[in-house]
């Protein structure tokens, strides 16, 4: 029996009915050229035999005096957690996405190791589709993804590979938050060190004057309490819409070369943009410009040791109509807190990137505050397998991370690459934002609006 630390104990303490608190992932494969029409099946029946899960897919919750441990399930039933199901018919991507909508709005059974795992068949075009789910206190969102990786190989003859679920655990390793839940995580495990960490008062209150200060003057900069009231910061239900795309990498490269800026500059630009095309269509787009958390890596070099993370707060420029002016008002934006952040210490970092999260980590913990506001809504980037992958002799066509939607920030924008694609996982409250799979237009719309700027077109 092993306790759970304070921080994953957070995310069960998190859950609510209307607040799921697992992360999920969706891979896209075709079938083998020699695959017969029965290939998924005897797939699932292969996968069904591995019935004896390794850690932590084998752990169930056990609560004592108010403390959970995870234990091993004795009486492990594969059959609840791996499920072979097909899609209604025409079998589109359409019905893809809305049967993953529904199973990412059910809470996991605490009875029971916390995962599942879907394999879909009846997909249009010699498709099939597995879609995994894991509670947060169990993986970050990164670490699953990098599980289901593991499960994947370079060899497209290569057949007999188990599901994830029978691999051995590897050595844990930090990632990426990709929401204010893992920033928090990552702030909780960082607490060592308090004499360090109190030495940085006097240059993080500089800083943060400078910061207070220079937003009065400068239109779009950002600082903390600036994000808007907007319809994507209201109480959530628990219904959730999932929607996916994929765009060409050296599509938009070429773009991010035209205008000399990053891909994730490009990236927060198209979602101001469909954003800002979302809340006019709902009436209810703000004045003020949307703010956008986003991870960012401070790493200069190729080490592996020590966090090198912070999370900046990025204008997003919804209160412009010019794709390009937006464009360069993202980029300044991104720069500012790029330049903040090589001018102080990993400490410093630390604490700010600390303070910045308040307001979200109060309102998530008690909701008293649900006026203070750093950000409207969360968008992360994570690099992915640049080579194509196989599983059992499938190709791995596509991959779309599903994160986590929280109580006030009501989306959740993930992105991964895969090969030469970036891979978009939008995730909503169903009711809070109706009608969100548009932003997959409107997403389209802001790439042909800035190639037209750049005389592409």
């Known amino acids: 029996m092993k306790s759970l630390s304070p921080v994953d104990q957070l995310f069960l303490w998190l859950e609510k009915r209307q607040q799921p608190m ?3 992932g969706l891979q ?4 083998p050229e020699d695959a017969g029409p029965k290939y998924v099946s005897e797939l699932a029946q292969s996968i069904r035999d591995y019935c004896c899960p390794e850690p932590p897919f084998n752990q169930r919750l056990t609560r004592r005096f108010g403390q959970y441990f995870w234990t091993e399930d004795k009486q492990f039933d594969i059959d609840h ?4 199901e097909a899609l209604p018919k025409p079998g589109r991507i359409r019905e893809l996405l809305s049967l993953v909508s529904a199973e990412h709005s059910n809470l996991l059974d605490r009875e029971r190791p916390l995962w599942e795992a879907h394999l879909i068949e009846g997909i249009r075009g010699r498709q099939f589709a597995l879609y995994t789910k894991v509670h947060h206190s169990v993986v970050d969102g990164i670490s699953a993804m990098r599980m289901g990786m593991r499960a994947l190989s370079k060899d497209p003859h290569e057949r007999d590979l188990p599901p994830v679920w029978a691999y051995k655990p590897e050595k844990k390793q930090r990632s990426l938050p990709s929401n204010p839940v893992d920033a928090m995580s990552s702030l909780a495990r960082l607490t060592a060190g308090v004499s360090k960490q109190v030495a940085t008062v006097p240059a993080l209150a500089r800083e943060l004057y400078k910061v207070s200060q220079k937003a009065k003057t400068a239109p779009n900069y950002v600082s903390i309490f600036q994000a808007p009231d907007t319809m994507l910061n209201q109480c959530i239900t628990g219904s959730r819409r999932f929607a996916a795309q994929s765009f060409a990498l050296p ?5 991010a070369g035209t205008f000399n800026c990053t891909i994730n500059d490009l990236v927060l630009s198209m979602c101001g943009h469909a954003l800002r095309e979302y809340l006019i269509g709902q009436n ?3 004045d003020q410009p949307l703010i956008a958390m986003v991870p960012l890596s401070l790493r200069k070099d190729d080490s592996a040791g020590g966090n090198q993370i912070a999370l900046i707060l990025a204008n997003l420029g919804t209160h412009v109509c010019d794709p390009a002016n937006r464009l360069r008002i993202v980029q300044a934006s ?10 102080m210490s990993p400490e410093e970092i630390l604490n700010f990137t600390a303070l910045s999260m308040t307001p979200t980590g109060l309102n998530l913990l008690t909701g008293l505050a649900p006026k203070w506001r750093a950000f409207n809504v969360i968008i992360s980037n994570v690099p992915g397998p ?3 992958l196989y599983w059992n002799g499938a190709r791995l066509r596509g991959m779309y991370p599903v994160s986590v939607v929280l109580d006030r920030i009501a ?10 694609q970036l891979e978009f996982g939008l995730i909503a409250c169903r009711r809070t934002l109706p009608s969100m799979q548009r932003l997959l237009d409107y997403l389209e719309n802001s790439v042909r609006e800035l190639e037209i700027a750049a005389g592409f077109k």
């Open 251 to 255: 599509r938009l490269r070429k773009l």
């Open 81 to 84: 957690h791996f499920r072979h």
């Open 28 to 31: 896209l494969f075709s079938f």
């Open 284 to 286: 209810a787009l703000p």
């Open 334 to 343: 991104v720069k500012d807190a790029k330049r903040r952040f090589a001018q």
């Open 386 to 388: 640049r080579e194509p």
């Open 22 to 24: 697992h992360v999920a």
């Open 411 to 420: 989306l959740n924008i993930t992105l991964t690459s895969y090969q030469d």
